[in-house]
């Protein structure tokens, strides 16, 4: 079941065109990215499915139902550009939030302090939110883009501002909210974590979309049919002189002394495996999919030179 | 929904709560009472330092004129040469020395006070005025006129000023009580604009720069943060402004008893602020008359009535322009072109107001205490020397119906500059966002 359905949105800042029709479908209980370079147009469509600005045309439906107020307390936004009341304290700030999500007072300190000791921030409550470090700052946010239990999430570089540690945490927390039946939306750069988290994605780029799928997919159209073939043996001329006779084999020493490494672009290696046995020790086999980086730049790039 | 609310509670609680706030409840009454005080405490204690002044008049008009008090005590040094007296002024013998030239046959016109401190203003007024009446007897004298006969002549002329209303009802009015009264006011509604209103601006700007904005917003339609913020702090200023008249009337009244009860008749002598009304003024029954006449001819109702709508709704025309403002703050020097068009008109209105006060009625006056940008100074210029009803209704209601399209322009202008960084604004740009959907 289709939860967000975004179709056909367009929207104009004066002359500049920030979405052009786009369509995205995200289905419930997945964690969606939504990738771009800078200025593609995502914080607006994020602005949009937040109704911080409205479409010039097209729609955006959730659960089949068009967009509205009623949706706001369903929706939990985490943005890009964000920041707490400094001289606010943290305790009072978070229950601030939860009630303008429409949170009862003593239903949202009860969670919070659940949430709170998750994150190892308890003893932080009666803190003004300026005494607080940047990645502790980053915690109370990420906890008060969550307390509503909201069913859809939208992350914004969640990421940036946290140790590896923390990120952890934070992508632990993520995927046990898309494992409770959350939808994600998440938009970042750190094409890593789009390959660990996101099922499906989008790439964004001058306002309309060029690449959709799910992630899986993507790297199999994207496949180069990429094999690493590493060889350990004490005399390397009879491989090198086996790798001039294909026009598909690259050759290249590794940090090890007496091992060689070939990375063959043929879908079909067996030939070369069997060759290969007879003159050295086979170390490793794989398979190399093409990174979600590679395929980023890959699209990015042609599609600009295209226009 | 309940959220404005909530929006509304933490701008009131959060400004509350500031130490600053607390100072300047505090702090406000106690200045205005010191206004009242310290002349009063100065008045009471002089005398402490005794000036001696002396006396060269080689002219020798004025060698008995001038008489002793309790601030000064004039010592005659016949024969000195006045450099051997500013010697003494020099040593701190005297505190000062008086010199007045010699003259040949003509009337002396000048005299020099040798000092090393500051001259008090009060010694500097009185020596020229016994010298001015010294040298006017004289030449009174010489014309063969008495000036006994003169001081005889002079007469003080108690000029009624009575108002009459189309029904022919006559009211006297005191034009005096009436200009403090209306500079009084005005001012200060002009100083509540500026300084709430400022705060409205300072919050918007906090959140933009903060980034706390879009998360708010991601809740909150920015219209009802807006609002939320001009409210919550509009009680800000009423809760301010209750506090000082509160606190303010308890000390005055403290202070009035303090003085009642230790210099009896102190203040009836009239030494320190002549139109000054004070505690002791009740004892004596003419006051009471006087006071109650004054009281009688100002309409306090309308007043206290017109104040609060005017103070009220002034500040909220202003603070949706300080809002929108606020939202277009990127770092500080971006925002003075901004904010120049808006504190224009309120420059405009207080610097007005002493026109107004001479000339409440004419149309100038009321051109200004209609034009709703104008009007909240302008008019509490005017009240205290009554404006006919509709005058006040017109202007109430054209303020009112500016307040409402400002706040649908300012609305405008705040939501798309709340999310907008690091981009230099020009008034064509700002002008494109009012059609953004």
Redesign the interface.
């Given at each position: 079941m289709t939860t967000i359905s975004v179709n056909e949105v367009t929207k104009h800042?004066?002359d500049y065109t920030a979405l052009d029709r786009i369509c995205i479908d995200i289905p419930e209980c997945c964690i969606y990215g939504l990738l771009g370079p800078n200025g593609a147009g995502k914080t607006t469509l994020i602005?949009i499915l937040?109704?911080?600005?409205?479409?010039?045309s097209g729609e955006v439906r959730i659960n089949d139902e068009k967009l509205s107020q009623k949706h706001?307390a369903r929706?939990g936004?985490l943005?890009e550009?964000?920041?707490?009341?400094?001289?606010?304290k943290v305790g009072e700030q978070a229950i601030?939030?939860a009630?303008?999500?429409g949170i009862k007072k003593a239903e949202a300190q009860k969670r919070l302090k659940e949430w709170f000791d998750k994150f190892e921030i308890g003893g932080w409550w009666d803190k003004k939110v300026e005494e607080l470090s940047k990645g502790m700052q980053q915690k109370v946010?990420f906890i008060?883009?969550i307390i509503h239990e909201p069913d859809i999430l939208i992350f914004d570089e969640p990421f940036s501002g946290f140790d590896p540690i923390n990120a952890n945490l934070l992508k632990e927390s993520i995927l046990e909210l898309r494992d409770k039946g959350a939808t994600i939306l998440l938009s970042t750069h750190n094409m890593s974590s789009v390959e660990e988290l996101c099922d499906s994605i989008t790439l964004v780029n001058h306002g309309k979309s060029i690449l959709q799928g799910k992630v899986t997919d993507i790297k199999r159209q994207h496949d180069t049919h990429q094999r690493e073939i590493i060889v350990r043996t004490d005399d390397k001329q009879p491989i090198l002189a086996l790798a001039d006779t294909y026009n598909n084999i690259k050759v290249e020493p590794t940090e090890i002394d007496d091992e060689v490494k070939l990375t063959l672009f043929s879908a079909s290696p067996n030939e070369l495996l069997a060759q290969l046995l007879g003159m050295g020790q086979l170390v490793s086999f794989k398979e190399v999919l093409p990174s979600m980086n590679d395929i980023f730049i890959q699209e990015v790039q042609s599609k600009n030179q295209a226009s | 929904m309940n959220?404005i609310g909530?929006?509304i509670k933490?701008e009131y609680l959060?400004r509350v709560r500031k130490r600053s706030f607390l100072i300047m409840t505090f702090l406000g009454p106690i200045l205005m009472a010191a206004i009242y005080i310290i002349p009063i405490m100065l008045a009471l204690h002089s005398g402490d330092e005794k000036m001696r002044i002396a006396v060269v008049d080689e002219s020798h008009w004025f060698e008995d004129r001038f008489t002793d008090n309790k601030e000064h005590t004039f010592v005659l040094m016949p024969g000195l040469p006045i450099d051997s007296v500013k010697e003494l002024v020099k040593n701190e013998i005297f505190d000062m020395a008086l010199y007045v030239p010699p003259t040949q046959l003509n009337i002396p016109s000048n005299a020099i006070v040798y000092s090393i401190r500051q001259v008090p203003m009060e010694i500097e007024n009185y020596i020229s005025s016994v010298m001015q009446k010294e040298i006017e007897d004289q030449k009174l004298m010489a014309k063969g006129v008495d000036p006994e006969i003169v001081s005889a002549v002079k007469t003080n002329v108690n000029l009624q000023v009575m108002r009459m209303d189309d029904k022919g009802n006559e009211k006297e009015t005191f034009t005096r009580v009436q200009f403090v009264l209306g500079i009084l006011l005005a001012s200060l509604v002009y100083m509540f604009i500026i300084f709430f209103g400022g705060q409205v601006m300072q919050g918007v700007a906090?959140?933009k720069t903060?980034?706390?904005i879009?998360?708010?917003?991601?809740?909150?339609k920015?219209f009802q943060l807006m609002m939320g913020k001009i409210i919550g702090v509009s009680l800000v200023a009423l809760t301010q402004f209750v506090m000082w008249i509160l606190l303010t009337g308890a000390l005055y009244l403290g202070f009035s008893a303090f003085i009642g009860l230790s210099h009896p008749g102190m203040l009836s002598q009239g030494t320190v602020m002549s139109q000054e009304i004070t505690a002791n003024d009740i004892m004596s029954n003419e006051s009471v008359q006087n006071i109650l006449q004054i009281a009688q001819s100002i309409d306090f109702g309308t007043i206290i009535v017109s104040f609060l709508i005017f103070f009220i709704l002034g500040y909220l025309l202003y603070a949706t322009l300080y809002a929108a403002i606020g939202s277009l703050v990127d770092n500080n020097t971006d925002s003075q072109q901004f904010t120049l068009p808006v504190t224009v008109p309120l420059m405009i209105a207080i610097i007005s107001s002493f026109y107004i006060v001479n000339n409440p009625d004419s149309s100038l006056s009321i051109w200004l205490s209609m034009i709703p940008f104008t009007s909240p100074i302008s008019m509490m210029v005017r009240i205290p020397f009554g404006v006919p009803i509709w005058q006040i209704v017109a202007s109430v209601v054209l303020l009112a119906g500016s307040f409402v399209l400002m706040t649908w322009l300012a609305a405008k202008i705040y939501r798309t500059g709340i999310?907008m960084?690091g981009k230099k604004l020009s008034y064509k740009e700002i002008f494109?966002w009012l059609n953004?959907?």
């Open positions: 800042y004066g602005r937040n109704q911080i600005t409205a479409p010039d706001i929706i936004y943005p550009e964000r920041g707490l009341y400094k001289k606010m601030y939030l009630e303008l999500k946010q008060t883009t | 959220k909530l929006i933490r959060t906090e959140e903060n980034r706390i879009e998360v708010i917003i991601s809740s909150v920015p999310l960084y494109k953004y959907k």
